[in-house]
């Protein structure tokens, strides 16, 4: 019975180059999410996927970010032109349905900018 | 602004004894609530939740308590162990929007 899968767990990227995350939600889970942690400070939402729908990305940066959760295969959150600031751990979470069903997270990736 | 923090940013406890990690939030609208304990290099983990129309619940060696009046949260862990020891945060969901909202964490420490 995995949980949530995350690839890769460390990660480390240059200035201007591009960040892609991969989350695979635990099985028969339709519904992923995406937070940021700094260290030291609680998770912030970001984006809120269903299967080939966003469903709230109000915590998503506008520029630069983006996540998507196609049909087949991980949801992937996307960071173009990476920047010293977006260093942090990434997570995602899973639930079965969504409002108040529980969400359960993945080990997190660790994104360092240098 | 909408927000749930925590009273303490390190609690200390000896082995054995019970620990109470506390959390205020501040959206009356929020009806669902739940801790995560989060250990060094590792992603938070489920350990209990309560939802608006209880004041109480119990699992394993851990309560949750829920104040409404005063929107107040509390966990308590009876006989905390080493194992115990880790990052703990309270989360807070409105119910009709999916996302969690996080406190900063307490970072519980279990001393021998």
């Known amino acids: 019975n995995a949980g949530v899968m995350q690839n890769p767990r460390h990660l480390v990227r240059r200035r201007g180059q591009e960040a892609r995350l991969r989350c695979s939600p635990m099985k028969g889970h339709s519904h992923v999410y995406w937070y940021r942690q700094l260290p030291e400070e609680g998770l912030k939402f970001m984006v809120y996927l269903q299967k080939e729908n966003i469903i709230d990305e109000s915590g998503m940066p506008k520029e630069r970010f983006s996540a998507e959760f196609p049909k087949e295969g991980p949801s992937i959150l996307r960071i173009q032109q990476v920047v010293r600031g977006d260093s942090a751990a990434y997570f995602c979470a899973s639930s079965p349905g969504g409002a108040t069903d529980t969400q359960y997270f993945g080990p997190g990736t660790r994104l360092t900018v240098l | 602004g909408e927000s749930v923090g925590l009273h303490l940013p390190t609690l200390s406890v000896q082995e054995g004894d019970n620990s109470i990690i506390n959390c205020a939030y501040s959206n009356s609208a929020s009806d669902y609530f739940i801790w995560y304990k989060q250990e060094s290099g590792k992603g938070p983990q489920f350990i209990i939740d309560?939802?608006?129309?209880?004041d109480k619940r119990q699992g394993q060696r851990v309560t949750v308590l829920l104040n409404k009046t005063v929107k107040h949260l509390s966990l308590q862990i009876a006989a905390t162990q080493p194992g115990d020891s880790a990052v703990y945060f309270c989360?807070?969901?409105?119910?009709?929007?999916?996302?969690?909202?996080f406190g900063t964490g307490t970072r519980l420490q279990v001393t021998l």
């Open positions: 989360a807070e969901n409105t119910g009709t929007a999916s996302k969690l909202t």
């Open positions: 309560i939802r608006s129309n209880m």
